[in-house]
Nanobody, 122 residues
Framework: QVQLVESGGGLVQAGGSLRLSCAISGRTSTTYPMAWFRQATVKEREFVGVITWDGDNAYYVDSVKGRFTISRDNAKNTVYLQMNRLKPEDTAVYYC???????????????WGQGTQVTVSS
């Protein structure tokens, strides 16, 4: 089993930055591809980006490319989502997820955190 706990959400003005963290515990002997998803009110869960197990590659949805960066520190069992130039449409609950392979679909991930709220004011 793997447990994921997100932190770092909050309220920020448009144009500002936030860094989310996802702490991984449990079966950390296996290094998983790690993804970030988000879900706004009355919307489906949306893929944000994913990083490979070794951190060498990351892939993003077009709407966040150039603004968001995923990184990981496997020694600390932590994954990060750096969000810059935030927009009101980035407002959502952000979830980290662990899976066995890189995917942009929620069904590709077996383990999920509880989510952290990000609110961007205009």
């Amino acid at each position: 089993q793997v447990q994921l706990v997100e932190s770092g959400g909050g309220l920020v003005q448009a144009g500002g930055s936030l860094r989310l963290s996802c702490a991984i515990s449990g079966r950390t002997s296996t290094t998983y591809p790690m993804a970030w998803f988000r879900q706004a009110t009355v919307k489906e869960r949306e893929f944000v980006g994913v990083i490979t197990w070794d951190g060498d590659n990351a892939y993003y949805v077009d709407s966040v490319k150039g603004r968001f960066t995923i990184s990981r520190d496997n020694a600390k069992n932590t994954v990060y989502l750096q969000m810059n130039r935030l927009k009101p449409e980035d407002t959502a609950v952000y979830y980290c997820a662990a899976g066995w392979k890189v995917s942009n679909e929620a069904r590709g991930y077996d383990y999920w955190g509880q989510g952290t709220q990000v609110t961007v004011s205009s």
